[in-house]
Nanobody, 123 residues
Framework: QVQLVESGGGLVQAGGSLRLSCVVS????????MGWFRQAPGKEREFVAV????????YYSDSVKGRFAISRDDAKSATYLQMNSLKPEDTAAYYC????????????????WGQGTQVTVSS
């Protein structure tokens, strides 16, 4: 059974930083592209970042480019999202997911999801 568990969310002031973690079990982590998404109340889930196998490439949404950094540690079956210069509009539940096929930015391109971790940025 595949499980993804996120952690690291919390309340932070604007301009601050947080580091989210996602640990995957039940599959060979190194074989998979990993993504992060977020969902604010009343809004659709949106793409944040993705890291390819062997960390050969990363991609970001325009809204977080230059402020967030995605990484992975295959030895720990984990992916991370370092979030700097946080803004109130970054407030959302953040989810990690395993990529299956299709466009990286599409929710439907991912097959397994974590339960989410809440990030709240105060102004």
């Amino acid at each position: 059974q595949v499980q993804l568990v996120e952690s690291g969310g919390g309340l932070v002031q604007a301009g601050g930083s947080l580091r989210l973690s996602c640990v995957v079990s039940g599959r060979t982590f190194s074989n998979y592209v990993m993504g992060w998404f977020r969902q604010a109340p009343g809004k659709e889930r949106e793409f944040v970042a993705v890291v390819r196998r062997n960390s050969i490439a990363t991609y970001y949404s325009d809204s977080v480019k230059g402020r967030f950094a995605i990484s992975r540690d295959d030895a720990k079956s984990a992916t991370y999202l370092q979030m700097n210069s946080l803004k109130p509009e970054d407030t959302a539940a953040y989810y990690c997911a395993t990529y299956r096929s299709g466009l990286f930015e599409r929710v439907g391109s991912y097959d397994y999801w974590g339960q989410g971790t809440q990030v709240t940025v105060s102004s």
